[in-house]
């Protein structure tokens, strides 16, 4: 290429560019696009979405309150279908299968049965089994006392729990009196209920 040649493929380069820059300060000059305020497209959010959101966990109602609706012949079947009775018994001075009995146990103390050989995580525990302490137990063992040897996952719903702590109730000569219910508004699990301590 001579240098003329090379003159104007320089000057098409640079006019090509010129013209460019021109046309997009024109182009920003004429149109002013105005900035929406929301998206102006809203998908509907399907139900099987909406279910992924997560939602505030509620803590369960207080079990002073559960029992006051709980009903032991449904608990009698619960601990059936829970699988309790695999290894426990429940009748006076029925025998320990893999589990001690359980007749009397409601504000019986901790390891009550004579005789069973029960882990340290229960055996640690001071004090009675009150309402509470059995809802808490049968909502998650492993949690409740971490490192005991009844290998049961736990059940969440507070109202079974509550039915099985109700029937768990009558196995006994005098049952245990059921707590008065929190007044409505009352704090949760006010622990100094008298009721309640005096398990
Ligand atoms: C797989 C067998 C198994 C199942 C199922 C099971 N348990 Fe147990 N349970 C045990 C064993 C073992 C212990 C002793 C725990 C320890 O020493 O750590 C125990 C302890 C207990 C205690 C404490 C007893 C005491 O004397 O302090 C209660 C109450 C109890 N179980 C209730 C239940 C209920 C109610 C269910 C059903 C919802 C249930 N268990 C299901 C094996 C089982």
């Known amino acids: 290429m001579d240098s003329l040649g090379l003159n104007k493929a320089c000057a098409a380069v640079l006019v090509a560019g010129i013209a460019f820059m021109g046309a997009t300060l024109l182009g920003d000059g ?3 696009p105005t900035k929406l305020a929301k998206t102006a497209y809203q998908p509907a959010l399907p139900e099987s979405d909406k279910a992924a959101v997560p939602v505030a966990i509620t803590p369960d109602p207080p079990v002073e309150l559960l029992l006051a609706s709980a009903d032991p012949a449904r608990g009698e079947a619960g601990v ?3 699988g309790c009775v695999a290894c ?3 009748n006076q001075g029925g025998k320990a299968g893999v589990g001690p009995n359980l007749y009397g146990i ?3 103390p901790h390891g009550h049965m004579e005789g069973y050989s029960y882990s340290a995580a229960i055996k640690a525990k001071a004090g009675p089994w009150t309402f509470d302490e059995l809802s808490e137990w049968l909502k998650k063992p492993s949690t409740y006392a971490p490192g005991t040897k009844m290998s049961y996952a736990g059940l969440s719903d507070p109202k079974k729990r509550a039915d ?8 006994a000569a005098n049952p245990e009196p059921l707590p008065t219910p929190p007044a409505p508004g009352a704090a949760p699990a006010a622990p100094a209920a008298p009721a309640v301590k005096a398990l």
């Open 30 to 32: 004429l149109v002013s």
């Open 80 to 82: 059936k279908s829970q």
């Open 88 to 90: 426990h018994s429940f």
């Open 106 to 108: 409601v504000g019986a």
């Open 164 to 171: 099985i702590i109700d029937y768990l109730r009558t196995l």
